[in-house]
């Protein structure tokens, strides 16, 4: 059964960077669908980025993180990278990561789909 860690939150001045990981035990976390989540206080929580098991398809960003952030894979390592440049006060909030198992013949971005298993998440903030 597939289980995730974050780790790599922290306090960082505005135009930082942070790298969270997203460690995988239990399953090759190459085949799963992982996306990154924020909660900010009293906020719903709203979708990051996300990148299919698919090599060839491009992540996906939410607007407000384009040119910032970078989602990447370390299959070696079973881990999902959240590259976080640039940072802005408006990025603090509760990060997480969750997984989904690809479904075939399902054509929906992976900014669309329902998540299973999630992580405990990992507190970013960002201030001077």
């Known amino acids: 059964q597939l289980q995730l860690v974050e780790s790599g939150g922290g306090l960082v001045p505005p135009g930082g960077s942070l790298r969270l990981s997203c460690g995988a035990s239990g399953s090759p976390l190459n085949y799963w669908i992982v996306g990154w989540f924020r909660q900010a206080p009293g906020k719903e929580r709203q979708g990051v980025s996300c990148?299919?098991?698919?090599?060839?398809?491009?992540?996906y960003y939410q607007d407000s993180v384009k040119g910032r952030f970078t989602i990447s894979r370390d299959n070696a390592k079973n881990t999902v990278y959240l590259q976080m440049n640039n940072l802005e006060p408006g990025d603090t909030g509760v990060y997480y990561c969750a997984a989904v198992w690809p479904v075939g013949g399902d054509t929906r971005s992976c900014r669309d789909l329902v998540y299973d298993v999630w992580g405990q998440g990992t507190q970013v903030t960002v201030s001077s």
């Open positions: 990148i299919t098991a698919v090599y060839y398809e491009s992540p």
